[in-house]
């Protein structure tokens, strides 16, 4: 029996049941028995779970027959000879499944039904007295008589509730001795991740904030990139940090455009980096594209010059009346006479961008 467990979970068992009436009766029955046979290597935490298990399986069937406890004696007796590695005495190991067999007829002597208090009673008393002795029995019976008495109207007052409840001893001491470790939030991902992710932009006035995201959302209307949204503050909220649906629709051509301006904003000073928000999540998870792509010559240089003036739209270092002004009949004026004043004040631009137009 010792080593059944780690003594730690024994430990465990005597301080959780510690005022549990059936604990406090197997410590007595336990102390008697081993009056008369001081060599067992049996503990009274151990005789408490096994006369637990057995009892709850007794309670729930009803119905253990003369049989069925003669090969519960034989059972008993060869599990804990094995446990015990065969060092105890064979006498020992009898005395262990008679004390045993003691701990569960006193259990089902407490249950308010003439089956258990009765029929299983006799059958447990006679399969006890067949293979430990008759004077065995009568010898420590006589013993323990007045030593469990002592218990009975706390153990009847227990076995009443429990006897008609759901609670059950076995999974009480499972989780006692197999405690389980708290589940950690598994982390979603990439592929399960749908976190809808936005930008972080940062522009510490926030009426030129709002021009800004307004001149932006302006041209990328205007030169067909996304559907015109049904609410403003959807395209603002897609620059404030905090994740949302923000109901953009990007219907621009190619799909490389919107990845090289999610990739060229992320990379600027006045973006804050976010978790998990790379331009891959992004297109994603916040404007239903099933794909990035990085196949960046197949824009236009139309195009990267619209992402480049983006990028001086949303610079908070530039003033708002330096910007472009309205022509061409798109919203803004983008001409090449206009975006070289832009790169003459030596605003920042990412390399990548700096390359189209060395």
């Keep these: 029996m010792a080593k059944r467990y780690q003594q730690n979970q024994w430990s465990k068992v005597k301080e959780h049941f510690r005022e549990h009436p059936y604990y406090k009766l197997c410590k007595t029955v336990f102390g008697e028995f081993q009056k008369l046979c001081p060599t067992m290597v049996m503990t009274p935490e151990q ?12 309670i729930h069937t009803g119905d253990k ?29 009898k005395t ?32 006890i007295c067949k293979f430990y002795g008759i004077k065995e029995c009568l010898n420590i019976e006589q013993k323990l008589r007045e030593p ?17 409840s759901a609670r059950s001893l076995t999974k009480e001491i499972e989780e006692v001795l197999h405690p389980q470790k708290p589940k ?37 209307q205007n030169w067909g990139w996304i559907v015109e949204p049904k609410k403003a503050d959807d395209f603002y909220d897609f620059f404030n940090g905090e994740h949302r649906a923000c109901n953009l629709k990007w219907i621009g051509k190619p799909q490389t455009i919107l990845t090289l301006l999610i990739q060229s904003l992320n990379e600027l000073p006045f973006f804050k980096k ?12 916040q404007f239903g594209l099933k ?12 195009d990267k010059n619209r ?40 605003l920042h631009v990412i390399k990548d961008l700096n390359k189209w137009y060395e």
Excluded at 308 to 332: Q, S, W, Y
């Design 184 to 220: 950690k939030p598994k982390k979603p991902t990439k592929a399960d991740d749908k976190t809808p992710y936005v930008m972080k932009y940062i522009c510490n006035d926030e009426t030129t904030r709002t021009n800004r995201l307004q001149r932006a959302m302006i041209l990328m």
């Design 96 to 127: 262990e499944v008679a004390m045993l067999f003691y701990m569960v007829m006193y259990g089902v002597a407490t249950v308010n039904h003439s089956h258990y208090r009765g029929t299983l009673q006799r059958v447990l008393h006679d399969c």
């Design 47 to 58: 005789l408490f779970v096994d006369a637990s298990l057995t009892l709850d399986s007794i």
């Design 274 to 285: 976010q978790t998990g928000a790379s331009e891959s999540a992004i297109i994603k998870n």
């Design 307 to 346: 992402i480049a003036l983006i990028i001086v739209v949303l610079d908070p270092d530039v003033a708002l009346k330096a910007l472009p002004t309205k022509g061409r009949g798109d919203g803004f004026d983008y001409s090449d006479s206009v975006m070289n004043a832009v790169y003459k004040q030596e």
């Design 65 to 93: 027959l003369t049989e069925l406890c003669h090969s519960l004696w034989t059972e008993k007796y060869n599990q804990y000879r094995t446990q015990d590695q065969m060092t105890g005495r064979p006498e020992d190991t």
């Design 148 to 164: 469990v008495n002592q218990h009975t109207t706390e153990m009847m007052a227990w076995m009443a509730e429990y006897f008609v």
């Design 291 to 302: 794909s990035v792509n990085y196949n960046f010559e197949r824009i236009s240089a139309e």
